[in-house]
């Protein structure tokens, strides 16, 4: 069954260092998403992309996280100056469908802010 | 703002002990309701879709129930493999595509 894959599953960095977050979503898949779960809360949506630009970003997203699809085939989140409440599991996403249904997430990468 | 509310936040079953999980929600205009399964470190996997009051959908052990404010997961026989946090989420429109609302979940463990 085809997967979302997410790289690296853990990080740790330096407050202030930037980091990317690399997802490879399903291959026919047209519709892909950030989310993040701090420990013991809610998942909470990030960012959704479309037709290569972004359809819609929360709060959270501010001008410290941009996405990017490089090629056809990666999905990427960068933190540019990470911060400690930055520690969080991201989950990338993808969907044949924007409705939010069926949304295919990968395992999530583990990022740490020391 | 569009809210989604789980109880109980944990629930502590024995094998082959049926039982229910809630899910209460206030949205603006309902397009569409989700349950998810999250097992420990992985990302949410998704079980079910409701769309409209009286709609039902199974799937092994779980059935899961949609009313006008809210929904339930109910749970029958369940096995220890069953284990894990269910989540329910609903979309919230936001141009080409939705975001999903989560609540917080119910963990449920599901001792043999």
């Known amino acids: 069954e085809p997967e979302v894959t997410q790289t690296p599953s853990h990080q740790v960095t330096q407050m202030g260092q930037e980091v990317i977050l690399r997802c490879v979503p399903i291959?026919?898949?047209?519709?892909f998403y950030w989310y993040r779960q701090i420990l013991g809360q809610k998942v909470e949506f990030l960012v959704s992309?479309?037709?290569?630009?972004?359809?819609?970003k929360s709060e959270i997203f501010d001008d410290q996280f941009s996405v990017e699809r490089p090629d056809g085939s990666n999905f990427t989140l960068k933190i540019r100056s990470t911060k400690l409440e930055d520690s969080a599991m991201y989950f990338c996403?993808?969907?044949?469908?924007?409705?939010?249904?069926?949304?295919?997430f990968g395992s999530g990468t583990q990022l740490s802010v020391l | 703002e569009d809210q989604v509310t789980q109880s109980p936040e944990a629930l502590r079953l024995q094998e082959g002990e049926s039982s229910s999980l809630n899910c209460s929600y206030t949205?603006?205009?309902?397009?569409?309701l989700f349950w998810y399964r999250q097992d420990p470190g992985k990302g949410p996997e998704f079980l079910f879709t409701?769309?409209?009051a009286g709609e039902e959908k199974e799937k092994e052990r779980l059935k899961a129930t949609l009313t006008k404010k809210e929904s339930f997961l109910h749970i029958t026989a369940p096995k220890p493999e069953d284990s894990a946090t269910y989540l329910c989420?609903?979309?919230?429109?936001?141009?080409?595509?939705?975001?999903?609302?989560f609540g917080t979940g119910t963990l449920l463990a599901v001792q043999p």
């Open positions: 996403a993808s969907s044949d469908s924007g409705t939010g249904e069926k949304l295919f």
């Open positions: 291959s026919n898949h047209l519709y």
């Open positions: 992309f479309y037709n290569n630009e972004i359809s819609e």
């Open positions: 949205v603006s205009g309902l397009r569409g």
């Open positions: 409701l769309y409209s």
């Open positions: 989420a609903v979309p919230n429109y936001g141009g080409a595509t939705n975001k999903l609302i």
